[in-house]
């Protein structure tokens, strides 16, 4: 049986275990909809809200929290602060700060509470040190009450796009904070955004309440409540029945609905469907560190490689709303057009790369052996998402037909990251910032021990590649921050130790009668504030 055969197989077996009971008919006088409330389905809690640590939902998070700039199609624009100047060395950059905002306690937000909240950060820094500017931040300075300035050991281009992230540099009122810090928790979770969180039940529901003071305008929608559901068809039924009524993608990558589901609610007319341009790289992860395990080897990271059908998986899977990948980034990210060589599907050549390596295969379909040892290694797959579920079980009986023994295991999201962390991995699945980020933030991840450290690690030329990393962030040559890129790009594509399959889309699932949705670039945030229902 051939993959593409198997994953025909595995699809209508799915097609029907979502139909099952898939009755229930949408509500009229007491939907969602009527309520002008949005209430969304996510596989997972909003967790610690404090935006100067990782373990919250982006998407809440973006709702509370804002950063001194924001990032858009057209670059990076004002936000919290209405102005800003680069000193000519690139190393001080000073900013002039709205005066009518305020935090949702009421504190007023200056120069004093910027400075608060980035000390608060660089104090700890070894938990941010993935991001090149908490180790290049040497100062916050006040130089008025709405003028303040950060100073800078060298100069670094980015600067401004990792301030307009969604963490960890954005502003929590220092009431919240303990004993003057953030790194050990919060009091509360008061930011300067356009929704206050008002109620959470751990792993069941959040309430964000609509800011009325909020500098930007009270926005038009004045409650949105996460809920709590698992994917696929829990989350379904609930869009059917009007107990939710908005869907999206969230920070894991990962949609609450199967591209069929998604069609068949708008097809029955209560909802629409909007998707976002792609906006990052979908890829497996390859520990080059695990010198235990013969993903380690080059020629066998290639090999898995070309055993991936992409476009199959774009096709089947995802119903055709993302596209297959062939590299780390498209060449629409910028200093991402490289020439590289391209690992076309085939399972033949993986076969082939696999025998000169020295793995054989005794018989067919059996295990391929190498001094004794069995080509065996496990995929790490978020068991919250049902479409990397698939996928792992589509690519491993793929490396079955080339003789690689594939264990899947699914976990949780949080787990997985720890795993990316430690190194206890052979594969997994993950992302690319996106377009917001990219191509530095996942880049500078590269030398980083809490993302892409043990990826990276194992390759011959790693103290290389890490060199050229640190200068490409320095750099004033635009010609030779070029050149490293496509240096940099070059080797981790040639070692394969991140292995495309798609690029992703955000989706949304919403009210037929919903207006004003859109998307940032940050990928993770909704622009809720933008939102609102017709007449």
């Not at 998070?61 to 001194?68: D, H, I, M, N, P």
């Not at 029945?241 to 609450?256: H, I």
């Not at 090999?303 to 980034?329: K, N, Q, V």
Request: hydrophobic letters at 35%; charged letters at 25%; proline letters at 3%.
């Amino acid at each position: 049986m051939s993959p593409v055969i198997f994953l025909l197989m595995l699809a209508l077996l799915t097609a029907c275990s979502d139909n099952t009971e898939g009755g229930g008919e949408a509500q009229d006088d007491n939907s969602t909809a009527a309520t002008k409330e949005i209430i969304y389905a996510t596989a997972k809690d909003i967790n610690d809200m404090n935006p100067h640590l990782y373990a919250g939902s982006m998407p809440a998070q973006g709702k509370v929290f804002e950063s001194l700039v924001e990032n858009t199609e057209e670059g990076i624009k004002p936000l919290l602060a209405e102005s800003w100047d680069i000193s000519e060395d690139g190393k001080v950059y000073t900013f002039t700060l709205r005066e009518d905002v305020e935090f949702q306690d009421g504190e007023p937000f200056n120069a004093e509470a910027v400075k608060k909240n980035l000390d608060a950060v660089q104090n700890n820094a070894d938990t941010h040190s993935w991001i090149k500017l908490s180790t290049k931040l040497e100062s916050t300075n006040v130089l008025d009450d709405h003028t303040v300035e950060l100073v800078l050991t060298e100069p670094y281009y980015p600067a401004l796009v990792e301030l307009s992230m969604t963490r960890p540099y954005v502003f929590l009122s220092p009431n919240d904070f303990m004993d003057g810090e953030t790194k050990s928790g919060v009091e509360g979770y008061h930011g300067t955004g356009p929704y206050k969180l008002a109620e959470h039940k751990t792993d069941e529901y959040a309430v964000f309440e609509a800011n009325e003071n909020y500098w930007g305008g009270a926005p038009a929608i004045k409650k949105i409540t996460s809920k709590v559901l698992p994917a696929g068809e829990t989350t379904f039924l609930a869009l059917q029945k009007g107990e939710v009524n908005f869907a999206f993608t969230d920070d894991r990558g990962a949609d609450s609905l199967e591209s069929e589901s998604m069609n068949q609610l708008v097809e029955e007319g209560e909802y629409q469907l909007v998707r976002s341009e792609p906006m990052n790289t979908k890829m497996i992860v390859a520990n080059s560190s695990r010198t235990e395990n013969a993903v380690s080897e080059t020629e066998v990271r290639e090999a898995i490689w070309h055993s991936i059908d992409r476009e199959t998986i774009s096709r089947d899977i995802f119903d055709g709303t993302e596209t297959p990948a062939e590299t780390l980034f498209s060449s629409n990210i910028q200093y991402a057009d490289v020439e590289l060589k391209k690992r076309e599907y085939s399972l033949e050549k993986a076969k082939e790369i696999l025998d000169q390596a020295g793995w054989k295969e005794q018989q067919s379909g059996a295990v391929r052996t190498k001094n004794g040892n069995e080509l065996a290694m496990q995929l790490f797959y978020d068991n919250a998402s049902s479409s990397q579920k698939t996928q792992a079980e589509f690519i491993q009986y793929s490396l079955q037909e080339i003789g690689i023994q594939l264990e899947i295991i699914g976990e949780e999201s949080t787990s997985i990251a720890n795993r990316r962390a430690t190194g206890e991995y052979d594969l997994l699945f993950n992302q690319t910032w996106g377009l917001a980020y990219d191509p530095q933030s996942t880049i500078a991840a590269f030398t980083s021990d809490a993302s892409y450290l043990h990826t990276t690690s194992g390759i011959e030329q790693a103290d290389e590649l890490y060199k050229k990393i640190d200068e490409v962030m320095v750099t004033t040559d635009e010609n030779k921050r070029e050149d490293l890129y496509a240096d940099i790009l070059t080797t981790v594509h040639n070692e394969a130790v991140f292995i495309p399959i798609t690029n992703g889309s955000v989706t949304v699932v919403a009210p037929d009668n919903l207006n004003g949705i859109s998307f940032k670039q940050t990928q993770f945030e909704l622009p809720f504030e933008q939102m609102n229902f017709k007449d």
